[in-house]
């Protein structure tokens, strides 16, 4: 392919497996991160932008963002099998662990060691979707318009504290616009 990405038909069922199987194991609590880093950067199977493309479909979706790429990231690359090979092999690992952990948790949730160890968790959790969203935004980085509209929906939803529908289904309308007429205004 032009860009460097290997050939679709290259891109074989276990491999959808093992890549997603390793998202789960990688980035368990979020895996966003990795499944951008193995299917982008390492493996090469889709774009930046196509990846951007299928995280902003995840986001209408109900359910875990990560979730969804993987069936779309499977769908993309190998149809109705795909998908169900990069699903299964994201989820056979938090089904499994994450069960049994939830269990332990409950039962000890009252120890301060263990709510210590959750808050530094979700600090480091929260780092990497920041960075990751920052490197989704890079391809854009010359188009002031998709700097703007992620600037407003960092605004809605972390500094009014909209619910993300409603920031959502109010940039959304937006930005097709703006993208409509900048590609309108190219031609």
């Known amino acids: 392919m032009e860009d460097g990405r290997q050939s679709v038909t290259r891109v074989t069922l276990g491999a959808l497996f093992i890549a997603f ?12 991160v990795w499944a951008r880093r193995i299917t982008v950067e390492q493996g090469r199977w889709i ?31 190998r149809g ?9 092999g994201f989820l ?12 332990m948790v409950l039962h000890y949730a009252h120890l301060v060691v263990l709510q210590n160890i959750l808050r530094g968790v979700s600090s480091v ?3 990497l979707l920041i960075a990751t969203g920052i490197r989704m935004l890079m391809p ?12 407003l929906a960092v605004g809605g939803i972390g500094f009014a504290k909209l619910p993300l529908l ?8 937006v ?10 205004k190219a031609q």
């Open 21 to 32: 199987l390793k998202v789960s194991l990688l980035g368990f609590g979020g895996g966003l």
């Open 175 to 184: 930005s097709i616009a703006v993208a409509a007429f900048t590609n309108a």
């Open 92 to 103: 056979l690992i938090p089904w499994t662990v994450g069960f049994s952990l939830g269990v």
């Open 80 to 88: 109705l099998i795909g998908a169900i090979a990069a699903a299964s």
């Open 166 to 173: 409603v920031v959502l289904f109010s940039l959304a309308p």
């Open 140 to 151: 854009h980085r010359h188009h002031l318009q998709a700097i703007v509209v992620a600037a």
């Open 125 to 127: 959790a929260a780092g």
């Open 47 to 77: 774009s930046e932008e196509e990846f951007a493309d299928i995280l902003s479909l995840c986001q209408f979706m109900p359910g875990p963002n990560v979730v969804g790429i993987a069936v779309c990231a499977g769908a993309m690359l």
